[in-house]
């Protein structure tokens, strides 16, 4: 017992130690230099190739004829950063490409862990340097790793924008100001990536609590107008990042409609629960000539069934939130752990789903770290994060030349002969399962956080 206290407190103590500046500054700097180190070693060819290939034509014929004389499925939002890597280099290489997303990991750090500062006891952060810890949980987790610096996607990007919205509508002082740069850094988000949005029911939640519940009906024309001014200039902001690349708001629509379209398959390579049942079959009729036998439940396409099932689960977790919030629980990490798991849920029940898009629960999960159930949630969700994303690299990197892929194929460790279809229904069932525990429970755990963060002013 004596040595087991030992340790901890020794553990403690080196926390402690890396709760300075200089320290700090150092422990990104590994970070940053790891990532680095990897970039040109490692990364999904097909993707790197049209990212190259999207840079390079947007500095060639900018943004208003791109979409007019290339295939693209991306919305505009990330184009804005291609555009720019396209006009600093004629040929980006594999760091160059992958620079913004690694930048984007150090971003990601530096917010869940003020995040969790905000919103973790006090006696917590007595024990804990809770931001140094947190950051760290980011900043070297092999499932952050390997999505920007070994694959080069850029999902983590768009999951700065949405975190950063959390922090400034959860935590601090309640202001216009904050509000408004809020809904605006989540529209970039949405810009980027449609799939950073699955928080949206909570944000609107807490406004609702802010400016509709129980008011008087003077103050409710004054708080509708509020919240509506919130949403026109969230609009405004998505549809205004459209417009340099020739789509008007009908156009971004129906853009956006057509690119969640794509593929109308239960699971695009996702450990979920359509994953469980099988990769790349249909959702829906109309699709079953093309990808197979349709998968359906009880007569109803899985595109409907997923849906329903993501709605019935957002009633749930609001409702399990607002009971917490009126037996008066602490808003910000209540409502944090909602958005986590509704985020969760998303990916888990939606089909069309694609591996990276567990990402974003991830990045909002993280901040609840100091919460043990939470904690560990978060663990064997990044466990699973990384399976799922070297499953689709090892299997799609084998046709590639190796010079570029950087990685084994399948057939280096039989990745799918020998355990393949077991891990994919196995990882499947799990991810499924830690949903639905975060739906029910979550935020119950999160409740839990009896004594209130102290408020950083700011």
Same mark, same amino acid.
């Given at each position: ?12 103590? !080196? +926390? @402690?130690?890396?709760? &300075?500046?200089? %320290?700090?500054? *150092?422990?990104? =700097? /590994? ?76 971003? !990601? +750090? @530096?917010?869940?862990? &003020?995040?969790? %500062?905000?919103? *973790?006891?006090? =006696? /917590? ?334």
């Amino acid at each position: 017992m004596t040595i087991h206290l030992s340790r901890r407190e020794s553990l403690r103590a !080196l +926390a @402690w130690r890396l709760d &300075s500046p200089i %320290a700090l500054v *150092a422990m990104f =700097s /590994v970070a940053f230099l790891i990532r680095l180190w990897i970039a040109p070693r490692a990364g999904f060819h097909d993707d790197l190739s049209t990212f190259r290939v999207w840079a390079m034509h947007l500095g060639e014929v900018g943004p208003y004829k791109f979409y007019g004389s290339i295939l693209a499925d991306y919305p505009p939002g990330y184009l804005y950063v291609l555009w720019l890597i396209g006009k600093l280099s004629s040929s980006p290489g594999y760091v160059l490409l992958k620079l913004p997303a690694i930048v984007g990991d150090l971003g !990601l +750090a @530096w917010i869940a862990g &003020s995040f969790a %500062a905000r919103i *973790a006891p006090t =006696s /917590v952060r007595a024990r804990w340097p809770v931001r140094t810890l947190v950051a760290a949980g980011v900043l070297f987790n092999p499932g952050v790793i390997a999505l920007s610096a070994v694959w080069g996607q850029v999902d983590v990007v768009p999951a700065v924008f949405a975190l950063w919205s959390l922090f400034l509508l959860f935590t601090g002082p309640q202001s216009l100001r904050r509000e408004v740069a809020a809904f605006l850094l989540f529209a970039v988000a949405i810009a980027m990536k449609p799939q950073a949005g699955f928080a949206l029911p909570v944000m609107l939640y807490a406004l609702y609590r802010r400016y509709l519940r129980r008011r008087s009906p003077s103050n409710l024309a004054v708080g509708s107008l509020r919240i509506a001014s919130l949403g026109a200039f969230s609009l405004g902001l998505w549809f205004l990042s459209a417009l340099p690349f020739g789509l008007g708001p009908v156009e971004l629509l129906r853009f956006d409609r057509q690119s969640a379209s794509k593929y109308p398959v239960t699971s695009a390579n996702a450990y979920n629960i359509w994953g469980a049942v099988g990769f790349w079959r249909p959702d829906s009729h109309g699709h079953s000539a093309a990808w197979g036998d349709l998968v359906a439940v009880a007569g109803v396409p899985a595109l409907y069934v997923g849906m329903l099932a993501l709605v019935a689960g957002a009633v749930l977790v609001l409702w399990l939130a607002h009971r917490a919030i009126e037996r008066g629980g602490y808003e910000a990490p209540i409502l944090t752990a909602a958005a986590a798991a509704l985020s969760l849920l998303a990916f888990a029940l939606l089909t069309r789903m694609h591996e990276r898009y567990m990402f974003y629960s991830l990045a909002v999960l993280v901040p609840l770290v100091f919460i043990r159930p939470l904690r560990l949630a978060f663990v064997a969700l990044s466990g699973i994060f990384v399976l799922n994303l070297w499953w689709v690299l090892a299997y799609f990197n084998a046709g590639a030349s190796s010079k570029h892929c950087g990685l084994p194929g399948p057939g280096c460790f039989g990745i799918h002969t020998i355990f393949g279809l077991a891990q994919q229904k196995l990882c499947s069932i799990a991810v499924t399962a830690i949903a639905i525990a975060l739906a029910c429970f979550g935020v119950r755990w999160a409740a839990r956080t009896k004594t209130r963060a102290r408020i950083v002013r700011g």
